[in-house]
């Protein structure tokens, strides 16, 4: 009975070691990596560049932390 126990433990343990590969990048649902690669509806496959809208948000948070940030005339008044 402990040499059963002790061989499953053994496999399960293998198993794991075995299926622990290097980490795969994320993909879009059309099978392209985030952040480096745009679909392509044109040619129907992904290609190398970034998303279009990638600036989009870039400026948007860029306006934001502009617009929340306190004024220095404001510090010297109080």
């Known amino acids: 009975m402990r040499f059963v126990v002790i061989a499953l433990g053994g496999l399960a ?3 794991l070691a075995a299926s622990a590969g290097p980490a795969s990048a994320a993909k879009t649902k059309m099978g392209c990596e985030r952040g480096k690669q745009v679909w392509n509806a044109t040619l129907g496959r992904c290609e190398a560049g970034k998303s279009k809208y990638a600036a989009m ?3 948007k948070t860029a ?3 502009k617009k929340g940030a306190p ?3 404001a510090a010297k008044k109080q």
């Open 13 to 15: 343990l293998a198993g």
């Open 57 to 59: 948000s870039a400026r």
């Open 71 to 73: 004024k220095a005339d």
């Open 63 to 65: 306006k934001a932390a």
